[in-house]
């Protein structure tokens, strides 16, 4: 049995590398039919993220299946890139190693944001995507179940996940999170339209945000946002008067003075009746005057006391690295043994049928001696020889299992073939 | 069985919830989840078989000030087991086992005083006025948890302090639905619990109109007629912080009402006496009949 994965992830390959061999679903789909065409024997799953391009494959017999330079060779070749261009980038793993690192990967300890929820699914959808093209196998079925199981209980077990550190989904996650239950009913207000806000308007969005409002000085660049999230745009001179109507505020221009002074908000405040404001003041320097934050039911978050919070996490979740690692090595070194494990079963199933017809035939003699036995008298006796059979096969079957934790015990399977003449 | 449950058994299991949910601000623990439910689930349920047995004894669950406490408290835990299901990692608990604790405690301390009289024509609106008072009474203690706990979380995050570990609590808009509902359903509880004493009373005459109880009575629901009009009146009053010292003022009046049974000369929950009758002693005298049960 032979596990092996070849490809590239943010920890040595550049963007640009990535891009150039990243697949989507239609492409992934492609790729999988022709490497079953090109490698026939070989089961093979392709995780591709904008973080890494892997290709997992699994092969029964130790010898079969590509190697290395085969998988690259696949990829740099799907994509139209030359194998020496990205060859150096390529890394393997084998054997425990290419499980061990898909462990990690789908516990989302291998992320680029650490503890981040997404890759989960992504692996989930691979896998899948893999078995609707007949990709999969019962190796790499057993691996992708274990990896799910494995990133659920570093989930359960650890507080990795809890802990956000990018500042956009601290913002939403922790603090927003903390003032409001639901976002659906809530107005989001978006002053200015930089990277920033796309991203913070991507977590709210998932956090539910439906009514979301855009205002830029350039009224394009906020019609692209609020096309992209499917927001409204109001002209930069409503500011004030959309600021009446907001319960949320994602602040991110570029201005060299505050966007709102205490001034403007005390202009308004009146009319908000105390309604709860909270906002994310992202902008260096800052949007909001920080003495709004003093204002009643202002929650007024800048982005100091949000990396902060950021580092806080950052801190307490590299503090749960140790527990994570160790669900990871305890899981990889079960699996490993129950994967070498199987690779014994045709052994312990011929020995056990081997073993099978001598009792039957010695029953069948006994019973033809003692024909008054009735037939719970029969019964018993075919138990008694059960019980027999199964302790005589104990012990050389609980060495099998206990040599299986360090890898296929080749020489032990070797001597039981001789020692009981067992057929390959 | 039955018989041997006493109060202590349930405080008891109630305190070391408490215990447990105060312990989350130390430290993390796996099992501490399911003994706090497990101590919490087994008071509870101590707690209704008790109160199951006095209803078999005694007049009725509101039949004296001892029961109408306890009931009260098994409302609160109830009310407590439900909102610690829909929120497991919020701390809930730690501003509601002490208000159900402090309920024991007066319910204790009320153990010996005579039942309520109880006479057919004002049976039916006595249980009436017994019930509006218990559900007025247990929203108030909700809402003024549910105030407490909002007023800590906004000066929380007013001040940017983190979140401590243990001391997770619900968001402010969460807190504040819940915190204008109780405060809500409690003023149409008391003002009904009111209006059916004030109905007790005219039907079968046996309490001075200037009992302590009916005045501070009074003076409680004159309190949230007008926070009702406060709040009607002033927008800002409906929400935030406002709501929350509205309710935690309330809870203050109630508890000052309340505690004019303990303190004052009121011929509501009458003093202590001698019954002669056995059944009526284990309804005034329910500790002493726990006692006797026990051995």
Redesign the interface.
Known sequence: MKVRMVGCSHHNASLELRERLAFNPLQTKAALQRFRLTFPQTEAVLLSTCNRVEVYTAVDAPDEGPSHEQVAEFLAGFHGVSLYEVFDDLFERTGDDAVRHLFSVAASLDSMVLGEPHILAQVKQAYQLAMQENSTGPLTHAIFQAAVKVARRVTNETSLHQKRVSIPSVAVA??A??????FDDKRVLVIGAGEMADETLRYLREAGARQVTIVNRSYERARELAQQWEGRVAPWDDLLSELVRADLVVSTTGAAQPVVTLANYQQIEAQR????LFVLDLAIPRDFEPAI?QC??V?L?SLD?LKA?CD?NRRERDAEMPRALAIIEDETARFMADLHHRSTGPIIQQLKRGWQTPKEEELRRLFNKLPQLDERGRAEVEQAFDRLLNKLLHPPLETLRDESRHGIPHALLDAFKRLFQLMD | MIERIQILCFAASYGVALALEISRLGFRSAVRGVLLWGFSVAGFLAQTLYLWHRTRLADGPLSSPFDWYLLAAWLLVLAYLVLAYWRPASAIGLFLLPLVLGLIVVAALLADRTPLAVNRATRAWGALHGGFLLFGTVAVFIGFATGVMYLV?AYR??H?L??RRGLQ??????LE?VNSRAISLAIVMLLLGVISGAVLNTVRPELPWSDPIVVSSLVTVAWLVIVTLFVVVY??A?????VAYLTVASFLFLVFSLGAALVLNTKHAGLPEQPTDPARAARSAPLEFERRGAA
């Open positions: 922790e603090f999170a903390q003032v409001f239950e639901q009746f105390q309604r709860p934050g009643l039911q929650y978050y006391d919070a806080r | 979380h995050l007013k940017k983190p979140q609590l619900p968001s402010l808009e969460w639905r927008r800002p409906r929400q935030g912080r406002k």
